[in-house]
């Protein structure tokens, strides 16, 4: 027996790229309250590629679902970070690798004295310009904020983020949306 697949039911998958502070602020808004634990975490310094696979709260389709008067869905997804020069983590502990995290958001700092984009580049040019051609920001740090103090910093060379349900959204087993005060 296998698993369902997006392509069996009517919606798609959700594919999304980050290159710049803007493009990362939406990502960050579709894996706020993802869950996960220690061992979904992969650092492979070979490849520089930082990967989290987490179980996302589907945000855009919570209208619908409170419509549905259904449960709310979750989904997996890796959220893979691209050029990743060194990781470091605080508050996290290698140990609790069956410990659940709960990432809460993702900041972009850029490298102190380095333009967020070239300098030759027109920004207002840029915004509009398709994601293909849009200059990655770089060099800087991302930030991921897990709930309990917990965070993982990644310096990049370049902002390159890119974030893929690889599972059909299945009923959140809360049947409820995260609730949490907002600081």
């Not at 349900?165 to 005060?181: E, F, G, N």
Request: negative net charge.
């Amino acid at each position: 027996m296998t698993d369902a697949t997006f392509e069996e039911g009517q919606e798609r998958p959700l594919r999304l790229i980050a290159r710049d502070a803007d493009d990362l602020q939406v990502i960050s808004a579709l894996v706020q309250d993802a869950v996960l634990t220690g061992v979904d975490l992969r650092y492979d310094a070979q490849q520089r590629r930082f990967s989290l696979l987490l179980n996302r709260f589907r945000w855009e389709d919570r209208p619908k679902a409170e419509a549905r008067g259904t449960g709310f869905e979750r989904a997996r997804a890796i959220l893979d970070f691209a050029d990743v020069r060194t990781v470091r983590h605080q508050g996290l502990s290698e140990r609790d690798a069956d410990t659940v995290l709960s990432l809460l958001a993702l900041r972009w700092e850029p490298a102190p004295d380095v333009p967020d984009t070239p300098a030759e580049t027109d920004a207002a040019a840029e915004a509009d310009a398709p994601a293909e051609t849009k200059v990655p920001a770089g060099p800087g740090r991302i930030l991921l904020v897990f709930s309990g103090d917990g965070a993982i910093s990644l310096d990049v060379e370049c902002l390159e983020v890119q974030l893929c349900d690889v599972t059909r959204p299945y009923v959140a087993p809360s049947r409820r949306a995260p609730d949490h005060p907002i600081d």
